[in-house]
C-alpha cells in the first residue's frame, strides 16, 4: 500500500479520538461514539467511526501501510456509547461468531417521557421493517423481538430505564418502548413531541461485557453517561 494513504488529523481531533477510547489492545478497541456520528460507511457519504480510527492509528503508530479496523457491530447514528472494533481479522471473526451466539451482553439506558406500567418487566412483541421509512412497526406478522427493562431512577422530568436484548431487531429499543408509551427522549421518529438540541435520541449503549477474543481474559466496559443528560446519576 501506498504512503499517506488516510487522512492527517488535526491535533484536536488525535485528542478527541484519544479520549474517548475506553480500552484498546493489540486485538480490538472498546471506543464511546458520540450522537451523529456513524459507526460504519452508508450513502451519506460521511466519514464513519472505521475511517476516522484507521487514521488515528496510522498516524499515531507511524504505520505506512493499511490500518485493518472491523466493524462486529453498529449503533444507530442518533445513539451514543460503546461500540466495539476489531484491529486484527482473527479478532473480527471470533467477535462476529460470538455476537451470533449471544457471548456479548450488551445493556442500555433510555430517558423516556412516559412512566412504564411496571417497574420491571419483560417485553414481547413481533416487528416488521420499513425500509423507505427506516423504521419499524409492531406488527402480527413481524419477526420476535424481546427485552427486558428495569426502571432504576427517576429525575424531574424523566424515567431512566436500563434495558438487555435478547434479539437484535432493527430499531428495537425505540419501537418496543414507544409501543409501551415509553418514548425515548428526543426521538422523534418514534413518537417523541421534541427534538434534543444536538439531533441525539437519549439512548446509550452503556456497557458491553465479553470474554476477551484472544486472551480470553473477561471484558467489561462501560460509557460514561452524556453531560447532556441532567439529573442522571452515572
Known amino acids: 500500500m501506498p504512503m499517506g494513504i488516510y487522512r492527517t488529523l488535526s491535533e484536536a481531533q488525535k485528542a478527541d479520538i484519544a479520549s474517548r477510547i475506553l480500552l484498546e489492545d493489540n486485538h480490538i478497541i472498546v471506543f464511546n461514539k458520540l450522537p451523529g456520528e456513524i459507526v460504519q460507511g452508508d450513502k451519506t457519504g460521511d466519514e ?3 475511517e476516522t480510527l484507521k ?12 490500518v485493518f479496523m472491523g466493524v462486529p457491530h453498529r449503533l444507530d447514528r442518533p445513539v451514543g456509547g460503546v461500540v466495539l472494533f476489531a484491529k486484527t481479522s482473527k479478532a473480527l471473526e471470533r467477535l462476529n461468531r460470538m455476537l451470533r451466539e449471544g457471548g456479548v451482553h450488551k445493556t442500555y439506558w ?19 421493517r420499513n425500509e423507505a421509512q427506516n423504521k419499524s412497526y409492531v406488527s402480527a406478522g413481524g419477526k420476535e423481538a424481546r427485552l427486558h427493562y428495569r426502571l432504576i431512577q427517576r429525575t424531574e422530568r424523566y424515567f431512566l430505564l436500563e434495558i438487555e436484548l435478547f434479539t437484535g431487531r432493527h430499531h428495537q429499543i425505540r419501537c418496543q418502548l414507544a409501543h409501551m408509551g415509553c418514548h425515548i427522549k428526543g426521538d422523534l421518529k418514534y413518537g417523541a413531541r421534541r427534538s434534543n438540541p444536538d439531533g441525539s435520541i437519549s439512548l ?15 471484558v467489561d466496559v462501560t460509557a460514561p453517561v452524556p453531560s447532556s443528560w441532567k439529573g442522571v446519576q452515572g
Open 48 to 50: 464513519p467511526l472505521s
Open 55 to 66: 487514521a488515528y492509528i496510522a498516524g499515531r503508530d507511524s504505520k505506512p501501510g493499511q
Open 110 to 128: 433510555a430517558l423516556t417521557a412516559g412512566e412504564p406500567p411496571k417497574a420491571e418487566d419483560t417485553l414481547t412483541d413481533y416487528l416488521v
Open 204 to 218: 446509550l449503549a452503556r456497557r458491553i461485557q465479553f470474554i476477551h477474543p484472544v486472551s480470553k481474559a473477561e
